[in-house]
T-cell receptor, first 115, second 112 residues
Framework: IAGITQAPTSQILAAGRRMTLRCTQDMRHNAMYWYRQDLGLGLRLIHYSNTAGTTGKGEVPDGYSVSRANTDDFPLTLASAVPSQTSVYFC??????????????FGEGSRLTVL | QKEVEQNSGPLSVPEGAIASLNCTYSDRGSQSFFWYRQYSGKSPELIMFIYSNGDKEDGRFTAQLNKASQYVSLLIRDSQPSDSATYLCAVNIGGTGNQFYFGTGTSLTVIP
């Protein structure tokens, strides 16, 4: 049982480079999310998608883009990485509709360092 | 101001004691509330969820919700060293879809 797979697990990236973090789930969950986790700031929502073909902005969307072409995949792209995007990135999914249900299932995280 | 606020701690309790973790949220329309535990270097994992005012108990864990005060808490009874972790409060603010917002987390250490 894979659940949510993130890749890469760790990456060092030069500032200005483009980077895509991959996220795939095999649970057929309708909703998917990207969070970044920084010391002292907790988990902050970057983008979310409630169903394939739709996306929305979270708390800190600037500098990031997402797409949801199908149910299983939800890649996060940094078009031109900056050092402030150094963080641990978590992809998550939930099987929920509406606003009052849904456990979040997390991937193992992707540690990104931008130099 | 963040949607979800937690005391970052650290909180230390002796083994066997009750640990009390607190969380407040700003969106009165929020309908579901979650507590996640995160061990160092690991992903968050769900401990409890609560939707209705009052208490919800699951083993050594009790979640408490007061929507009028916009307050959620987690009590851990008979705390064990294995409970040492960061506890994250999360709120699903709903609206146009599901948006789960997290607090900054409270670091708990249970001292043997």
């Amino acid at each position: 049982i894979a659940g949510i797979t993130q890749a890469p697990t760790s990456q060092i990236l030069a500032a200005g480079r483009r980077m895509t973090l991959r996220c795939t789930q095999d649970m057929r969950h309708n909703a998917m999310y990207w969070y970044r986790q920084d010391l002292g700031l907790g988990l902050r929502l970057i983008h979310y998608s409630n169903t394939a073909g739709t996306t929305g902005k979270g708390e800190v969307p600037d500098g990031y883009s997402v797409s949801r072409a199908n149910t299983d995949d939800f890649p996060l792209t940094l078009a031109s990485a900056v050092p402030s995007q150094t963080s641990v990135y978590f992809c998550a999914s939930s099987d929920s509709w509406g606003g009052d249900t849904g456990e979040l299932f997390f991937g193992e995280g992707s540690r990104l360092t931008v130099l | 101001q963040k949607e979800v606020e937690q005391n970052s701690g650290p909180l230390s309790v002796p083994e066997g004691a009750i640990a009390s973790l607190n969380c407040t949220y700003s969106d009165r329309g929020s309908q579901s509330f979650f507590w996640y535990r995160q061990y160092s270097g690991k992903s968050p994992e769900l401990i409890m969820f609560i939707y209705s005012n009052g208490d919800k108990e699951d083993g050594r864990f009790t979640a408490q919700l007061n929507k009028a005060s916009q307050y959620v808490s987690l009590l851990i009874r008979d705390s064990q060293p294995s409970d040492s972790a960061t506890y994250l409060c999360a709120v699903n603010i709903g609206g146009t879809g599901n948006q789960f917002y997290f607090g900054t987390g409270t670091s708990l250490t249970v001292i043997p």
